[in-house]
């Protein structure tokens, strides 16, 4: 499945989906973006800035292997593997992909969405998608 498909299946499975993105974790690049609404090119590289921070910022990092350290685990992968953030108006879920863990799809839908089950659907598709 390409980025595209993943951001289309984002849209059309997630209930009230109004813009979903893949986002490469190695380079922080953005790799395929769909938005009902226009939104400049610096507005979605800041997007996929704050994806890479979220999940991999230097706090992340720390807490990830300090977690890792005290419990003697000597998995290399990263633990935090879903994201949900909720702002006023939206709802925005962020999910790793299984099969890619260098590979974050989001997805943002109206914040009045059934959060159980957008996060089913992203779950879904975070789960059978490669890029």
Same mark, same amino acid.
Do not use: W
């Given at each position: ?10 849209? %059309? ?16 690049? =953005?790799?395929?973006?769909? %938005? ?17 921070? #979220? ?5 992340? #990092?720390? /807490? $990830? ?8 685990? %000597? ?5 935090? *593997? $879903? ?9 925005? /879920?962020?999910? *790793?992909?299984?099969?890619? $863990?260098?590979?974050?799809?989001? @997805? @943002?839908?109206?914040?009045? %969405?059934? =959060?159980? =089950?957008? =996060?089913?659907?992203?779950? $879904? ?7």
């Amino acid at each position: 499945m390409s980025a595209d498909s993943i951001v289309s299946a984002m849209i %059309t499975n997630v209930p009230k989906a109004i813009a979903a993105g893949v986002v490469d974790m190695g380079s922080g690049m =953005l790799l395929a973006v769909k %938005t009902v609404d226009s939104h400049p090119q610096a507005v979605l590289d800041m997007v996929a800035a704050a994806t890479k921070d #979220l999940y991999e910022g230097d706090a992340v #990092l720390n /807490i $990830e292997n300090t977690f890792k350290k005290i419990r003697g685990d %000597t998995y290399q992968g990263h633990y935090f *593997r $879903e994201i949900i953030v909720t702002s006023k108006n939206l709802l925005h /879920i962020f999910a *790793r992909l299984e099969a890619q $863990e260098s590979i974050v799809a989001l @997805v @943002v839908a109206r914040v009045d %969405t059934n =959060l159980g =089950l957008a =996060l089913v659907k992203a779950r $879904e598709i975070a789960a059978t998608s490669t890029v």
